[in-house]
């Protein structure tokens, strides 16, 4: 069993920052693909970037060149940052862990509003 636990969302501006983290209970990264999702309303859940156990990351069209996916191997956490926001990147994010299975966190707002 994985847990995931995320941080990080809140409100910013148009073209503002911000950082989202992912916090696994275990050390998976050797393993695990990590991705982050997102789901805005009335929306389905749509994958934002992923980070292979080997490194590789790739990221939706929508979010390339803004966003970029990384990890920290030491502290068990993974982070989206996120710049030049628009208003349509405004969504629930969801952290998710796969493998054989597959794990969700608890997902953190973000708006872009003025």
């Known amino acids: 069993q994985v847990q995931l636990v995320e941080s990080g969302g809140g409100l910013v501006q148009p073209g503002g920052s911000l950082r989202l983290s992912c916090a696994a209970s275990?050390?998976?990264?050797?393993?695990?693909?990590m991705g982050w999702y997102r789901q805005a309303p009335g929306k389905q859940r749509e994958l934002v970037a992923v980070?292979?156990?080997?490194?590789?990351?790739n990221y939706a069209d929508s979010v390339k060149g803004r966003f970029t996916i990384s990890r920290d191997n030491a502290k068990n956490t993974v982070y989206l940052q996120m710049a030049s926001l628009k208003r349509e990147d405004t969504a629930i994010y969801y952290c998710?862990?796969?493998?054989?299975?597959?794990?969700w966190g608890q997902g953190t707002q973000v708006t872009v509003s003025s």
């Open positions: 980070l292979t156990s080997g490194g590789n990351s």
């Open positions: 998710n862990a796969r493998h054989i299975l597959q794990y």
């Open positions: 275990k050390n998976i990264f050797s393993i695990y693909t």
